[in-house]
């Protein structure tokens, strides 16, 4: 099993930036894969991006340019950088971690844009 903690959720205003953490309790290396959704109210859970174990990143078209994931092996942590942040990015945001064939889910964190 694996069990996944996000942190770095806050109220931002527009134009600013956020980096959320996500703590794994298994090394990243045994990861098949690991990312972060994020679900706006009303609307579906949606992926912002996904790192494979042979470290191939998909972003969605809305947050490229803008969002950076990045994994620390020694910390056990997954990172996401939100750059130029905007209200349509207002979600919570969840990490996932896909091991030995599950999907593992984190509690989630509450990312605001507003002004």
């Known amino acids: 099993q694996v069990q996944l903690v996000e942190s770095g959720g806050d109220l931002v205003q527009p134009g600013g930036s956020l980096r959320l953490s996500c703590a794994a309790s298994r090394s990243l290396s045994s990861m098949l894969a690991m990312g972060w959704y994020r679900q706006a109210p009303g609307k579906q859970r949606e992926l912002v991006v996904g790192i494979t174990s042979s470290g191939s990143t998909n972003y969605a078209d809305s947050v490229k340019d803008r969002f950076t994931i990045s994994t620390d092996n020694s910390k056990k942590t997954v990172y996401l950088q939100m750059n130029s942040l905007q209200p349509d990015d207002t979600a919570v945001y969840y990490c996932?971690?896909?091991?030995?064939?599950?999907?593992?889910w984190g509690q989630g964190t509450q990312v605001t844009v507003s002004s």
């Open positions: 996932y971690a896909r091991f030995e064939s599950r999907n593992y």
